[in-house]
């Protein structure tokens, strides 16, 4: 039970920790990295994205997950790391790219002995178009990188902006929600929702109790899976026959969490998801307010 805690809890802090806003500096005259190490979950999806897989020397244990990983079946052809640092210097690599937030210990022992390109957190879709060409400008593939976002732009062109219409909340296992200053968020805007987590004054990640969301009564829930029943005691409010009642099964938004998890190539799969459950349940069951 423990473990599958963990890992929808891992999962969590992934969509809210990982993507980037800023790099380190690159000088314009830097040789392509040869050997590329991640030890940053949403850095995994740009390498396999721009990088040529002669490049990659490892990714993230995560890359290979389906439940965490955009890419995860093209992630099956990279070696993977647990993300020690004695394993990543036995890689030889001349660049790292790794999260401020996570393996602080491991970004310790390889600060000084290896390129590292610290990722940031993308909070819209502007930083993850500049996150795009700053990490293919990274691993010397800058028309990629341009390739990638003249893609994604044309995809959440198409998509645009709903009007808005209804109050949801992004809610996860254990009572997590996503607020303010998160990608979600910014998906959700572009959805036409209106976050509960905005009227509750929550941060980016914040917990908010079963009682609480009965309570609000949003016109829709945001959630990652169909079912959560039986997994384990982290997932129990979300079968909770109150829960059921105050947003019923036709008022709930499935969006896979590997959509979600990262800001990156994933992004406008993401919002197509997001803005045809909504529309969906929209004709289904109107918002109330």
């Excluded at 990638?148 to 296992?173: K, W």
């Amino acid at each position: 039970m423990q473990r599958v805690f963990g890992r929808a809890a891992a999962g969590f802090v992934l969509a809210v920790l990982c993507g980037a806003t800023a790099l380190a500096a690159t000088p314009d005259d830097a040789p392509a990295p040869r050997r590329i190490v991640s030890l940053n979950a949403c850095a995994d999806q740009y390498l396999i994205a721009l990088a040529d897989r002669a490049q990659v020397a490892a990714l993230t244990q995560f890359a290979r997950d389906p439940d965490l990983s955009f890419y995860a079946r093209e992630a099956r052809a990279y070696p993977f790391t647990q993300g020690q640092a004695e394993a990543v210097l036995a890689l030889k690599p001349d660049l790292v790219i790794a999260s401020p937030y996570r393996r602080a210990e491991s970004l310790a022992l390889l600060k000084g002995r290896v390129r590292i390109l610290e990722v940031k957190p993308a909070r819209s879709f502007k930083d993850v178009v500049r996150q795009t060409r700053q990490i293919a400008a990274a691993v010397g593939r800058p028309a990629r990188g341009e390739a990638l976002v003249r893609e994604m732009q044309a995809r959440v062109d198409a998509a645009g902006r709903r009007p808005a219409s209804g109050v949801a909340a992004h809610y996860e296992r254990a009572g997590f929600v996503t607020g303010p200053g998160s990608l979600m968020d910014d998906l959700m805007q572009r959805a036409g929702l209106e976050n509960l987590a905005r009227r509750m004054n929550r941060g980016a990640i914040g917990r908010v109790s079963l009682e609480e969301i009965v309570y609000a009564r949003p016109d829709f829930l945001v959630l990652d899976a169909e079912t959560h029943a039986g997994q384990d005691e982290a997932g129990l409010s979300l079968d909770h026959p109150a829960l059921a009642r105050a947003v019923p099964p036709a008022r709930r938004l499935l969006v896979p969490k590997a959509l979600t998890v990262c800001g990156g190539p994933s992004y406008p799969a993401a919002l197509e998801r997001l803005q045809a459950e909504a529309d969906r349940a929209r004709a289904a069951a109107p918002p109330r307010r």
